[in-house]
């Protein structure tokens, strides 16, 4: 009975241990040299995207306050770095430069505008101009 009983207590001492790990305690702030994605065997780091992140215009993002705008910064620059790394990659994998891999990918499944199309467009815009004179 006795055994039961510190069993018991010192599976409650684990459960209580085991909620006040390290996973409950408050978050420390970001450090530049955080991994914040990785690509294949490449890591990104937080000082990455914010080099690029604060090379884009603030008026990108309109009336966010500053905390969201930077999010949004960092989300837009690693979704470019990744993208990048992602394509690299790939052009690696099949042994053409990233130009190439454009090329065949997206240039070449894309139709040309004919000169029909861009009298097209012409005619659509002045319908547009003359519709929102009247």
Do not use: W, Y
């Amino acid at each position: 009975m006795m055994i039961s009983r510190l069993r018991v207590h010192a599976t409650g001492l684990c459960l209580l241990l085991a909620a006040c790990s390290t996973s409950a305690q408050p978050a420390r702030p970001p450090t530049a040299g955080d991994i914040v994605a990785t690509v294949g065997r490449i890591s990104v780091t937080l000082a990455e995207v914010d080099e690029r992140a604060l090379q884009m215009p603030a008026a990108n993002f309109g009336n966010l306050k500053l905390s969201q705008a930077l999010f949004e910064a960092r989300r837009t620059a690693l979704d470019e770095i990744i993208g990048n790394a992602l394509l690299d990659q790939e052009a690696k994998a099949r042994g053409v430069d990233r130009a190439t891999l454009a090329e065949r990918e997206i240039a070449s499944k894309v139709a040309a505008v004919t000169d029909a199309d861009v009298a097209r467009a012409r005619r659509l815009t002045r319908c547009a101009r003359r519709s929102r004179r009247s």
